[in-house]
């Protein structure tokens, strides 16, 4: 006769909780439950709201064959032993809103979100999906302390799906057949590298002229943007959820998966002290290295400029909360 089991020697299921349980919080829940990668813990300020949409989840839970746990809740103690830290609390963006309109709001928003669940779950490797990005990003690692293999911005693995999806229209072609590679900030000054972009292999300068590959390298740029002004009350969010999953998926099955992702820089590609979007590979480790790719001169001014926008805004964001905290 089998005796039970001591609950001390259990393997406890991998555990994500996602802050901020808007459409993309509670969308990327539902990938996560539905993928069959972890439990999840919803949390949000507002009460009600993340128990609601939990209870939602757990219903389908049978019709969708996954049994994972998902908690919705108001109280950072319930993610206590996160694996991974997803933060997306914030404002979205409104018609005519540059992601740095959201600077002064976001920046208070993540900081507490991080030192709050950083609190329960010492161990968690983070990511930051709020915008500004990669803003928020250096913020949450200030705020934490952690080393920077352990917090990650999702901004180059979204990009990257866009610029590989208006390709793959233009071309007529399966998206699955098209890889594409984004370096920079998530915003208006992003890198992507046309010369690395491939449909089956074959680079897209073979099969498209220059000024097609810039409309659809401008296209990328303007992506987010193009949602908001379509959709008018609110922005992207079924594919920011799957980005964000994708990154879930590599650290919590060891994949060592290279994904572009917003990364705190030490040297790499000339750049210090600062976050920005580059080829890592992620695994249990979260970031377990950083690609440094072959630039060329063009493309280097380009991320550095890229860079240099992105530590102006830090700086302004320092500024804001200090000045936040005296008073």
Not at 95 to 109: E, H, Y
Not at 292 to 314: M, Y
Request: charged share 20%; with cysteine; hydrophobic share 45%.
């Amino acid at each position: 006769m089998l005796s039970p089991l001591d609950s001390s020697i259990v393997c406890r299921l991998p555990r994500v909780a996602i802050i901020g349980a808007g459409r993309v919080g509670s969308t990327l829940a539902q990938r996560i439950a539905e993928k069959n990668l972890a439990d999840v813990v919803l949390l949000d300020i507002v009460e009600g709201m993340p128990q609601g949409l939990a209870l939602d989840l757990l219903e389908a839970r049978g019709i969708e064959l996954h049994n994972r746990e998902i908690i919705g809740t108001n109280d950072y103690a319930d993610t206590a032993g996160s694996q991974i830290v997803v933060i997306t609390a914030g404002i979205p963006r409104k018609p005519g809103m540059s992601r740095d309109d959201l600077l002064k709001t976001n920046a208070k928003i993540v900081v507490e979100a991080a030192k709050s669940a950083i609190a329960y779950s010492p161990n968690a490797i983070f990511i930051v999906v709020t915008n500004p990005l990669d803003v928020m990003t250096y913020l949450a690692w200030e705020a934490t302390g952690l080393p920077r293999n352990r917090i990650m911005g999702m901004a180059g693995v979204l990009d990257s799906a866009r610029f590989e999806t208006f390709i793959a229209l233009e071309l007529g072609v399966l998206p699955a057949d098209v890889k594409a590679m984004v370096l920079g900030s998530h915003g208006d000054l992003m890198v992507p590298l046309s010369r690395y972009a491939t449909v089956n292999g074959i680079p897209i300068t073979e099969l498209l002229d220059a000024d097609t590959i810039e409309r659809l390298v401008d296209r990328t740029r303007n992506g987010g943007a193009e949602i908001v002004e379509l959709m008018q009350t609110g922005g992207a969010f079924f594919a920011p959820a799957s980005a964000t999953s994708l990154m879930v998926e590599s650290i919590l099955l060891n994949q060592s998966r290279l994904l572009p992702v917003a990364a705190y820089l030490q040297g790499e590609y000339g750049l210090k002290d600062v976050v920005i979007g580059v080829p890592c590979c992620l695994g249990f480790g979260g970031i377990e290295s950083i690609l440094e790719l072959n630039l060329s001169n063009s493309e280097r001014e380009a991320l550095h400029i890229s860079a240099q926008s992105v530590r102006k805004n830090i700086e302004r964001s320092q500024e804001i909360l200090a000045a936040t905290s005296s008073i």
